[in-house]
């Protein structure tokens, strides 16, 4: 693949492309915005272009430093980030000792994955190494919420804003796989702008889950469904998938349909939805809504996603979460 190849970020490809060209390449780039739009593998094209024994403006894909980077070998790029977790400052004291002449006489490149997930530790030896980059050295941080960047860092770098994903471009996608257009329509529209678990959401064994898991939490809001019985659907629905099983996952889902709720049921806009498959629910169900619950509930989703980006106890804060949701709808 080359930056050519990157969709719906053309704004981003441009920029790359004529800094490329011009041998302008600045020694930090934050490259933010939802997962799934291309971010890390943007971060990877660049650095493969700035490697490239062919190329100018982008990457051949094929000479020798492409195929070492592709296969995450090239002694010129380092990656950090990608686990799970924050990062640490043990990572970056590593990319930091691993920091020597670009071989070939080209570019380092350290690309940070997830950077806006650092510990204040990590933050703060990052800066001391952001300061005065080497020579040629090329730092690209790729965050969700660059706000959580502190600002000492962000003021340094270039930042290339990533937009969501075309609910078209997606529905165009998935319809490919075989999907009926009703099913590409539901997931164009829970893919949120992202491609990055298309294929997950491609799965009508998945979408059947889905739904069923959707109802439960409505029900769950009408204070029909008790903790453990919406946990039991949980579990059924996210299964062994790691993408899914995890509890910032699980109140971006609620997130949505909060939203869904207020724009059916007080906007009565039923064409920005997200869960279009749960609207004969929301309908029926909620014909009558109590605004200030349901802006108590909100409130309680967004603390408890707040406290997931610095807390690793993932079960206990989404059991405190939905115990709290629980005195709310009662």
């Keep these: 693949m080359a930056l050519e190849d990157i969709k719906g970020q053309d704004h981003i490809v441009k920029y790359l492309k004529n800094i490329l060209r011009k041998d302008r390449i600045p020694p930090m780039l934050l490259l933010s915005g939802r997962k799934g739009t291309g971010r890390f593998l943007a971060a990877t094209m660049f650095a493969k272009a700035l490697n490239c024994a062919n190329s100018i403006d982008d990457c051949c894909d094929k ?4 195929v070492a980077i592709e296969h995450t070998v090239h002694p010129n790029v380092v990656v950090i980030g990608r686990e799970e977790g924050a990062v640490q400052i043990e990572n970056i004291r590593n990319m930091i000792n691993a920091s020597f002449v670009p071989v070939n006489n080209r570019y380092r490149v350290n690309i940070i994955d997830n950077s806006d997930r650092s510990t204040s530790e990590a933050f703060n030896s990052m800066l001391k190494y952001l300061e005065e980059p080497p020579e040629r050295t090329v730092n690209i941080l790729i965050a969700e919420m660059a706000e959580l960047l502190p600002e000492t860092i962000r003021s340094r770098a270039v930042e290339l804003k990533f937009r969501p994903i075309s609910t078209a471009f997606i529905k165009g996608t998935v319809k490919k796989t075989g999907l009926s257009d009703e099913d590409a329509e539901i997931v164009s529209k829970i893919a949120n702008g992202s491609m990055e678990k298309i294929k997950l959401f491609s799965s009508k064994d998945f979408l059947k889950k889905r739904k069923i898991f959707i109802e439960y939490l409505l029900k769950f ?24 099983k995890n509890a910032k996952e699980f109140f971006d889902i609620l997130s949505t349909l909060l939203q869904d709720i207020l724009f059916v049921s007080v906007l009565h806009d039923t064409e920005h939805i997200t869960n279009v498959d749960a609207l004969g ?5 909620f014909v009558f809504v109590d605004q200030y619950k349901l802006h108590k509930i909100y409130d309680v989703v967004l603390e408890k996603k707040q406290a997931l980006l610095t807390n690793a106890m993932q079960q206990y804060i989404l059991l405190d979460g939905l115990f709290k949701i629980k005195e709310v709808v009662r």
């Design 63 to 66: 000479c020798k430093s492409c």
């Design 221 to 244: 809001f009408l204070d029909e469904v008790i903790v453990s019985k919406l946990l039991e659907e949980w579990n059924n629905f996210s299964g062994n998938n790691s993408s899914m």
């Design 281 to 285: 629910f929301i309908a029926a169900k």
